[in-house]
């Protein structure tokens, strides 16, 4: 049996093909979470966070494999958020909130995630993977897209969906911003970036 892999058992959420706004159904998800603040391309806390995400992630994932439950490590998500939004569009990095996440499957259990985080941090030594924690979301009715491009480029993405697609469909954000990265930019040409965007709605009251 091939691995658990959440790209191939949820493509609409985790592999979409669509480059303009459509309305997805996000079910209730379970996620390993570290939180911060600053900017991601130079915040020392955000490397260390991302760090001990994969450290842990991985670290469950090679203890499932010896158990015959092998998964495939989901790509990074992050939600992101600001007391004031206009500082995404002002991209001001250094004023945003972050929690960094990486999808866990549902056979995993909190006893295992607390075992890895554990084995984690006696062989990495990163203080960040004591913060790594579990994370329970159900985004539900939720706007999305395929954005391809520099992640600078998105700020024109998020303007149509806030200043004319959701006021068009008489909807309202509910939740967090929330963006899935299925490139790595350390090996991608920022053109070339494909990320999800993602954001929980509600109908207008």
Known sequence: MAPYDIKRDHRRLYAPRNTGWEIVDVPAQRFLAVDGTGDPNTAPAYARAVEALY???YTLKFAAKRT?????????????????????TARDKDSWNWTMLISLPAPVTAEQVAGARAAA??????????????LGLHEGPSAQVLHVGSYDDETPV????????????????TGR?????????????????????????GARG
């Open 158 to 173: 998020l303007a149509e969906l806030h200043e004319h697609y959701l006021p068009a469909h008489g909807l309202v954000p």
């Open 55 to 57: 450290a842990v992630a």
């Open 177 to 201: 911003h929330h963006e899935i990265y299925l490139g790595d930019p350390r090996r991608t040409a920022p053109e070339k970036l494909r990320t999800v965007l993602r954001q929980p709605v």
């Open 121 to 134: 941090l006696a062989k990495k030594g990163n203080p960040a993977i004591a913060s790594v924690r579990e």
């Open 68 to 88: 015959g439950d092998d998964f495939v490590v989901g790509p990074l998500e992050g939600l992101w958020w600001a007391d004031d939004p206009r500082v995404f």
